[in-house]
């Protein structure tokens, strides 16, 4: 009884420690993976979600003062009469 108590404690250690082993290796290896997928995204040269969400709210609201601003330019030319 003794000796089947040890032998299922040591295989309950082995069990227990091959479990962390196997999340810690798993753990790795995703961080090696977002570090790959940083390092492509660094040298394309792309933008993040939030950085294009910004980046496109100035391009609006540049193109609505372009807008606001070209009637105002049409109302000043007049034309010249051909003498």
Same mark, same amino acid.
């Given at each position: 009884m003794k000796n089947s108590k040890y032998i299922i404690d040591k295989l309950?250690? @082995?069990l227990e420690q091959? =479990?962390?082993s196997s999340k810690d290796i798993s753990t790795e290896i995703l961080n090696i993976l977002k570090s790959k997928r940083n390092e492509l995204v660094f040298r394309l040269k @792309?933008?993040?979600k939030d $950085?294009? $969400?910004v980046l496109s709210k100035r391009v609006e609201n540049l193109e609505n003062k372009i807008e606001k601003?070209?009637?105002k330019n049409k109302n #000043? =030319? #007049?034309r010249v009469k051909k003498s």
């Open positions: 309950a250690r @082995l091959g =479990l962390v @792309l933008t993040s $950085e294009f $969400e601003m070209q009637p #000043k =030319l #007049k």
